[in-house]
């Protein structure tokens, strides 16, 4: 079928075919677990009102899907099974205020998160445990720099943040007693982050092979954070936010992306403490 034929027909089905009472969150095939929380506390919270709502199920999910347990697996759907009434909604609903609240993050963590168990402080090795006085401070690596693309995007001066971060960090919560950096690229931070070791009593990097899993209940079960742009980040501090109800605790880069909004993230929570500027602008470090 020609191309414009195919558009002309697709257009067709959404206007008089796609009416069918459910309707399908449409998963980026790029997506990873931040982003699938956002679909998935809109589809659970949309299903607790009544409404027909899952999310397709994608090959990233699969990683994801045994640590959450039967009620994730009632939130997806395999594409085979895609019907063809079905409505389909593309789009992600991560938007802070426009697309939910702290009330709306607090019954998705208390009636889906907290029941798999995902988020049980066992879970977290003694070693990781934060006491009141530790700093979690949460560095994005993986494929923010092995992509390129990703890297002109989401990239900046981690150490010109860093300093920042821990300098309102200790505004907001004392003296830091010891930082622990959690991070998919921890040996890079070893080998360029040891000047942490200068604000804080004792220094610790998270290099004992835990599963991202892991590392998401050590910024939960923290409460103070330094948080990475990053959608996984995010979600640490909305349960650290919830758990220990001192959201200004929660230290976020006002930065998220340079193609988007100017930059600004639209993810944070307004009640976090927020690093709007660091010395480089966010720019793209030399």
Request: with cysteine.
């Amino acid at each position: 079928m020609h191309w414009r034929a195919r558009k002309a027909f697709d257009r067709c089905q959404d206007r008089w075919v796609r009416r069918g009472p459910r309707t399908v969150l449409w998963t980026q095939p790029t997506a990873h677990l931040g982003n699938f929380l956002y679909d998935w506390m809109h589809a659970w919270d949309m299903r607790r009102r009544g409404a027909d709502v899952v999310c397709l199920r994608t090959p990233a999910m699969d990683r994801w899907l045994p640590v959450f347990g039967a009620a994730a697996a009632e939130l997806v759907v395999d594409a085979r099974d895609v019907r063809l009434t079905d409505r389909r909604e593309k789009g992600l609903h991560n938007e802070f205020g426009p697309h939910f609240d702290e009330q709306d993050l607090a019954r998705f963590i208390e009636g889906f998160l907290e029941p798999s168990g995902m988020l049980d402080l066992e879970r977290v090795p003694t070693a990781l445990r934060a006491g009141e006085q530790d700093v979690v401070v949460n560095v994005r690596r993986g494929d923010y720099v092995s992509n390129e693309a990703n890297w002109r995007n989401y990239g900046f001066d981690v150490d010109d943040y860093l300093r920042v971060a821990l300098a309102r960090s200790v505004e907001v919560g004392g003296p830091v007693g010891r930082i622990i950096v959690v991070s998919d690229g921890i040996e890079w931070c070893r080998q360029h982050l040891s000047w942490l070791a200068g604000h804080c009593e004792s220094l610790q990097f998270e290099d004992t092979g835990q599963p991202p899993e892991v590392h998401l209940a050590v910024l939960a079960h923290a409460s103070r954070l330094v948080l990475a742009n990053s959608t996984f980040s995010y979600w640490g501090g909305y349960l650290s936010a919830w758990r220990s109800r001192r959201p200004e605790q929660v230290v976020a880069p006002w930065f998220h992306i340079r193609t988007d909004l100017g930059g600004a993230a639209w993810q944070l929570d307004p009640r976090w403490s927020i690093v709007r500027d660091i010395p480089t602008g966010w720019a793209l470090p030399d």
